[in-house]
């Protein structure tokens, strides 16, 4: 009798096959594959109730991120992403003709101006009716803004026909250090692909909200401490004085690119010097305390006396946000350079306050002059624009 056949004499059953590496890891990123698609799904439906937030991808500092994006009928507007840093700008790529414009590019202290600039448009329009049916005024004051920034707006604002720029900017050179660590240039192409996913933006947005609040829970708790003057920025990297002469160089430098740009392009730029508080400084740590001594001049009376040494402090404090001897004597070398009209906005403040001290009553706080004092900031400007329009 024959013996019958099998394929396994052990069972008498044929093996079962082996599922190939590539179908096991199928079934394994299947599982995955399905929750972050759902993931994904959810977090979509979720930003038709609740929008992303605006995120400036680079904070600035990308060279491919613009200030400005097309809108309707051929108008050019801040884009959404810039908002949160800038004024909600509008006007039209081709400018108009019989049209002055003018772009105002800074830092914070032009931000805040938009009250001035319409004054100023008013005005300009009324003296300079018969040569100008229309003055444009566009504010590109970014809020912690320094040159390194700035540059890159000046090389986007000249494609916009301007016919002038005013540039008023030194409180920010040391702080926008800050800016472009935390801006995290090197992951900015892969932030720029993770933004196209929604459950990115949730995860990006809810990490972003917490550290608001902690950021302002922080606020307040130094707001309590009133005795240490301004501990906001204590945690800050302290720079050597090598460290500061590089800094105020690159300031130049920065300064340097953005009058020879505007040259490039036949716009003439109205440098402006920088006020700083120096009756009540923001100083944190054993500059503050150093300061004391100043303070103590001032209430003694020895205005003149006080003022020579807060200026000597103030140019060799570190770390410092608001502009010194340094920055000013930088922008006053510049405009006798490049023969480019000085609005002597410092030398003004100085001439207004009571005792020749700046802060004395024309500033809101360390940087940042009060409505007198940006009264005096935009007649200054005004004067320098009639003075190129030939008035």
């Excluded at 708790?221 to 090598?242: G, K, N, Q």
């Excluded at 590089?246 to 040259?263: H, W």
């Excluded at 002597?344 to 007198?372: K, M, Q, R």
Aim: include cysteine.
């Amino acid at each position: 009798m024959e013996t019958e056949r099998t394929d396994s004499p052990a069972t008498g059953t044929k093996p079962a096959a082996t599922p190939s590496r590539c179908r096991q890891a199928a079934y394994m990123l299947l599982p995955v594959l399905l929750f972050f698609g759902l993931a994904e799904s959810a977090a979509r439906i979720r930003e038709r109730h609740v929008p992303p937030l605006p995120v400036d991808v680079g904070q600035g500092f990308d060279p491919a991120s613009l200030l400005f994006v097309p809108a309707d009928n051929g108008f050019m507007e801040t884009s959404p992403e810039k908002r949160a840093s800038f004024q909600h700008q509008r006007f039209l790529l081709a400018k108009p003709p019989g049209t002055l414009r003018v772009f105002a590019l800074g830092g914070s202290s032009v931000n805040y101006l938009d009250y001035e600039f319409g004054q100023m448009k008013q005005a300009l329009q009324e003296l300079l009716s018969d040569r100008y049916r229309q003055v444009e005024i566009i504010n590109c004051g970014g809020l912690s803004y320094g040159t390194h920034r700035l540059v890159l707006v000046a090389s986007e604002i000249v494609r916009y026909n301007p016919d002038i720029v005013m540039l008023y900017t030194g409180h920010n050179e040391f702080e926008e250090l800050e800016q472009m660590h935390l801006a995290g240039l090197s992951n900015t192409p892969a932030q720029h692909v993770l933004n196209y996913s929604a459950l990115y933006r949730f995860v990006r947005d809810m990490r972003a909200r917490r550290r608001i609040e902690t950021l302002e829970s922080a606020r307040a708790d130094r707001d309590l401490a009133v005795s240490i003057p301004d501990a906001s920025r204590m945690w800050l990297h302290e720079f050597t004085p090598e460290e500061i002469r590089e800094r105020m160089q690159t300031y130049k430098t920065n300064l340097e690119t953005i009058l020879q740009l505007c040259r490039d392009h036949n716009i003439p730029v109205i440098l402006g010097t920088v006020p700083s508080n120096l009756f009540r400084p923001n100083l944190p740590g054993k500059d503050g305390t150093l300061y004391e001594e100043v303070t103590a001049l001032f209430r003694q009376g020895l205005y003149e006396e006080g003022l020579k040494r807060g200026r000597q402090i103030l140019r060799e404090a570190s770390p410092r946000h608001q502009s010194s001897d340094l920055e000013n004597e930088i922008l006053r070398a510049l405009a006798r350079d490049y023969a480019t009209p000085l609005a002597d906005v410092e030398s003004a403040v100085i001439a207004a306050e009571p005792h020749g001290v700046p802060g004395e009553t024309l500033f809101n706080d360390h940087c940042h002059l009060n409505p007198e004092g940006n009264e005096i900031l935009r007649n200054l400007y005004q004067e320098k624009i009639l003075e190129i329009t030939g008035q």
